[in-house]
């Protein structure tokens, strides 16, 4: 079992940067590929970022491209995801995700725990 705790999250204004975190909990945080993934109002849950286990292998989704970018610390447990040159369209609950592959899965299925989420809201 694994536990995780996003944080980071806030209301900000367009153009400026953001870092999430989250802090996992329980098994061998090193032996899991690790993800991001938020959903908007009224949308589907949608892939953003996700790290491998040693952090060598990195995906991202194609609307952050370019402005985000996922690290990880296995010694901290921890990940992160950095946002930079926010728009008004990155507004979403982002979730942060553990997956017993050790992979860089782009696919939610592939991921087995779940964090509670934090609210990330870009003002244009």
């Known amino acids: 079992q694994v536990q995780l705790v996003e944080s980071g999250g806030g209301l900000v204004q367009a153009g400026v940067s953001l870092r999430l975190s989250c802090a996992a909990s329980g098994r061998t945080f090193s032996d899991y590929g690790m993800g991001w993934f938020r959903q908007a109002p009224g949308k589907d849950r949608e892939f953003v970022a996700a790290i491998s286990w040693s952090g060598g292998n990195t995906a991202y989704g194609d609307s952050v491209k370019g402005r985000f970018t996922i690290s990880r610390d296995n010694a901290k447990n921890t990940v992160s995801l950095q946002m930079n040159s926010l728009k008004s369209e990155d507004t979403a609950v982002y979730y942060c995700?553990?997956?017993?592959?050790?992979?860089?899965?782009?696919?939610?299925?592939?991921?087995?725990?779940w964090g509670q989420g934090t609210q990330v809201t870009v003002s244009s």
């Open positions: 995700a553990a997956s017993r592959s050790p992979l860089a899965s782009t696919r939610s299925s592939s991921y087995d725990y």
